[in-house]
């Protein structure tokens, strides 16, 4: 959100309080507070009437500094709040003052204030200036009749910024304008459907805005020289997470708001889906699977798509007998291949669904302001929302799930959860603009938390669509509705790559696109990009994503990568409870693994899977690419041959091959990752 025009100026229907005295400042053995005028003090006179705004900093753990600004102390605290480890607290924090300024330290990092003067300050890292809120960086904002609390931290020269969700612009953020707004808006557009307030520096450090509604960030936008972040209200709370890398700043940020989940081992096999409006019954189902693994195409896990519900109903969680007439026998002649079963589910309900009158009778479903259920005709006609604050209603949802599970169910796709309203009225009274994207973290954590219940730990796993922070607990999720073009297939992993950066550890995509369907070149060059991220699905709008509706080539390609991703299944395994214990992303930025090569920071055409092996997928038909190793010893995995890092390399490729090369150091303790073949170059 832009308040400022230029320097000097502020735009029409905007006024502002800036804290621009310090004229308090509390120092206590945990605490540092400071007090700000909004305007200079002179003598006794001074003090009458004006506005202070209040600073307080403490830290919940080493090299971890909390921001939280107040105007107005006497209001009530908002909820929903990010699930995040309040009771963490650093035992360790130093605290003090002398005649020019105060300080807190928390390990490494400190925040440095004067006593008096300019309001401002700094965070240090080792001595040395990390960011800084400089004089009128803070900023109580009056525009269009509502109230914001704005911050802006410094950037240095260079310095470039990561992150904020799954977001399918350009990889680095600077120079861009995002709102931290849960949208179903495709991969093609300035929305995602998975908005996280934490971003990432090349300074090594994180920022998260604790605040679960909509941040309005400006990344070195509307103040060149800042990130800037703005929330409606009297309060906005902040996080510093100060490295002194940028996988130091993950590890902080996820162990406040918690590690990923380990998913089990069969879901990074292949999973195959019914895609979208296709039409299929159990027979079709039953030849399909038969003929994959025919063809020496494995399957891990069968996903049946929206329309194993009768449509309009969705979701009633009521197979359609027209289709699936015994879907328990079916089920169980899946599952006797070794295949797991997914089925589709959102938490929208609708008019038709048996589920709906129900669940509006118990009180289970979202009310409008005036006592009504709220509805919608969006998705499916006159749908209503299930009220996951109610914890009535969550367990009704759950136990319509548990009925799946008992009938031979392993997993749930959890789809939508971004067309939240703000018109309406939660039970345990949760403020709507705070909901809007919270409520995703809720559905997702009680079909979760279900299936971790039901199968056990370390069995549980989902296929999200919609998050926001702290949703990463619960993997794994995937990109939306990308189209079949090459385009999208490079935009869907920018956002991939950048949701990596947020605490997400394990991700996957429409191989071959959602919408319309692939050519064959396309098609091949997918999937070896799909069957190298950490999960893997075939899925589609229209069409099936079936290797032979493509081209008799395409099953050899699918067949050489599934056979390759499951050669080094241990490896990535091992990635896998990286993310787990660490936080770090099983697919990784070049700039997350070599965070000192000036050349890494804007790649998003390639990827570090794990810390070892770098993957760069073809995006043109031609099979041309241009990629980039960083300094080392590089031997390819499918060619043994091997390279010195430090250069650009550019090559032409055919169906069966892509650059994949395994830094000889890092990847020396997994045999997996031993050549494929021998050469030298």
Known sequence: ?????????????????????????????????????????????????????????????????????????????????FDLDYTLANPNVETGRDEARAWLKAGAVSVIVPVEGDWRYALLRDGQILTESEPQAVGLFTQGGKTYLREQLALQVGETVYGLGERFSAFVKNGQSVDSWNEDGG??????????PFYLTSQGYGVLVNHPGNVSFEVASHAIERVQFSVEGHSLDYYVFGGPSMKDALEQYTALSGRPALPPQWSFGLWLSTSFTTNYDEQTILNNIDRMEELGIPLRVFHFDCFWMKELTWSSFVWDPRFFPDPAGMLARIKANGIKICVWINPYIAEASPLFAEGAAQGYLLHAPNGDVFQMDDWQPGIGLVDFTNPAARTWYADKLRALLEMGVDTFKTDFGERIPTAVRYFDGSDPERMHNYYTYLYNQTVFELLREVKGEGEAVVFARSTTAGGHKYPVHWGGDNSSTYPSMAETLRGGLSLSLCGFGFWSHDIGGFHDTAPPDLYKRWVAFGLLSSHSRLHGNTSVRLPWMFDDESIDVLRYFNNLKMRILPYLMDAAREAHDCGYPVMRPMVLEFPQDLTCRPLDLQYMLGSALLVAPIFNPRGEVSYYLPEGQWRNLLTGKIAEGGRWRTETHGYFSLPLWVHTERGARWSCLQPLAVGAE
Do not use: C
């Open 1 to 81: 959100m832009k308040f400022n025009k230029g320097q000097w100026q502020l735009l029409p229907d905007t006024s502002v309080i800036y804290p621009i005295t310090i004229t308090d400042m509390v120092v206590e053995a945990d605490a540092l507070t400071i007090s700000g005028y909004d305007h200079r003090v002179y003598n006794r006179n001074s003090f009458i009437g004006g506005t202070t705004i209040n600073a307080r900093f403490t830290s919940p753990m080493p090299n971890v500094i909390r921001v939280q600004l107040t105007h107005f102390k006497g209001r009530l605290p908002r909820t929903p709040a």
């Open 187 to 196: 991969t093609n557009s300035e929305y995602a459907y998975k908005n996280v």
